[in-house]
């Protein structure tokens, strides 16, 4: 009786373990066109999320890439790069597009309050502009 229990124990802890998201650590979604956007921009985002959830980040990248080309002031397709960028190692040109996805749209509550974001420590003025004067951070890891 008590190996079926430990054995039982066991496989609870496993499968608890294999969840998609632990306590703590919050899953990073990508983002979506809105509408009105240009439909080749749309294309492109659509895969490069497809893409991201395959953890193919080359080949995500070139898709948000191929998005801002077409739609450069498209925040998502900003953000979605940071992200695929941060992913790849390279955090200095992730920082950047998530500074530039935050100036493109003041309003967008998922990009300003994203933990890939704030993670940065940066600081929100109200003009929507960013600066590193003082700590803006998540308790939470990311």
């Not at 193919?56 to 070139?62: E, I, S, T, V």
């Not at 790849?88 to 509550?109: S, V």
């Not at 309050?113 to 109200?126: N, T």
Request: charged fraction near 20%; include cysteine; glycine fraction near 8%.
């Amino acid at each position: 009786m008590n190996k079926v229990l430990v054995v039982l124990c066991c496989v609870l802890w496993i499968a608890g373990c294999a969840g998609p998201e632990k306590k703590g650590v919050r899953a990073v979604l990508t983002l979506k066109a809105p509408s009105g956007t240009p439909a080749a921009a749309v294309t492109a985002l659509e895969e490069g999320n497809k893409l991201f959830a395959q953890g193919q980040w080359a080949q995500a990248k070139a898709q948000y890439e191929a998005a801002i080309k077409v739609q450069p002031a498209l925040a998502e397709a900003h953000y979605d790069l940071a992200l695929t960028l941060e992913r790849l190692g390279n955090k200095k040109e992730a920082t950047a597009h998530y500074k530039e996805a935050a100036n493109l749209a003041p309003g967008n509550q998922v990009i300003w309050s994203s933990p890939p974001f704030r993670k940065y420590g940066e600081q929100v003025d109200r003009g929507g502009l960013l600066s590193k004067d003082k700590a803006f951070m998540d308790p939470k890891p990311y």
